[in-house]
């Protein structure tokens, strides 16, 4: 069983999955919206391209939250 059925989630998925889903449905709507609707199939490499920007980031962001004040540890 998955911690998103244990917190009681209703689509089933994980914290993480939902971020994903998530950033891949804003960049398919900023990418539809930059192409009038419409992707072309000779846009997919691209279209493709920018959804794996938009995933990354999100992994990125949740396996290393930004630190606002990191201190750099003295050697002593």
Not at 27 to 50: K, T
Request: hydrophobic residues 40%; aromatic residues 4%; proline residues 8%.
């Amino acid at each position: 069983m998955s911690d998103a059925f244990v917190v009681g989630d209703p689509d089933g998925l994980s914290p993480l999955l939902v971020a994903i889903r998530d950033a891949i449905a804003r960049e398919l709507h900023a990418q539809l919206a930059l192409r009038g609707e419409r992707i072309e199939l000779a846009d997919l490499p691209e279209v493709s391209y920018q959804v794996t920007l938009r995933v990354d980031e999100t992994l990125r962001s949740t396996r290393h939250p930004p630190q606002r004040f990191r201190r750099s540890q003295s050697p002593e």
